[in-house]
């Protein structure tokens, strides 16, 4: 079951980010940034959401707040200009939280690692705008995301 919510949240929120931002998909290296980042990071949050419904409510509760306060990073990033890369402090965050969840089959944590490699692939060897060849914005979003997930975890209520 928490499967289907993964995959309805991966499809519903990377669409409803399209519709709101318009990305140029057009772009092989604009695409490759949003996806996997995007379905990846949706398909967490349907995590979330199924596992605060089916009862899981405390470890639930401290995830999905930590990936709101990523997102919200990353919306200011895009909103504010703020000096880091969103789309890497959310990645990073969602890594930490799948690698850290043990019932997950390993090919679906490690596959969490995937957007990192793309965003840092693409930031540094092919940047697509200025801010996306900023070293500094590069650092400071996986820095970022690395702290709000290592938080996260040290929050969770030890079984």
């Given amino acids: 079951m928490v499967w289907i919510w993964r995959l309805v949240m991966a499809v519903l929120g990377t669409a409803i980010y399209y519709m709101v931002n318009a990305p140029d998909w057009r772009n092989r290296f604009l695409l490759l940034y949003d996806i996997p980042t995007l379905p990846v990071a949706f398909a967490c949050a349907g995590e979330l959401l199924f596992r605060l419904a089916s009862g899981e409510r405390a470890a639930a509760w ?23 890369s969103g789309h890497l402090t ?11 969840s ?58």
């Fill in 62 to 84: 401290i995830r999905l707040i930590g990936l709101l306060v990523a997102v919200g990073c990353g919306a200011g990033a895009q909103y504010k200009a703020w000096p880091l």
């Fill in 90 to 100: 959310v990645a990073t965050t969602v890594a930490l939280l799948q690698l850290s």
């Fill in 102 to 159: 043990v019932r997950d089959p390993l090919a679906w944590r490690l596959l969490s690692l995937l957007p990192i490699l793309l965003l840092i692939g693409i930031r540094t060897f092919r940047p697509q705008t200025a801010l996306m060849g900023n070293t500094f914005n590069t650092c400071s979003g996986l820095i970022l995301g690395a702290l709000i997930g290592s938080a996260v975890l040290l929050l969770l209520p030890r079984p």
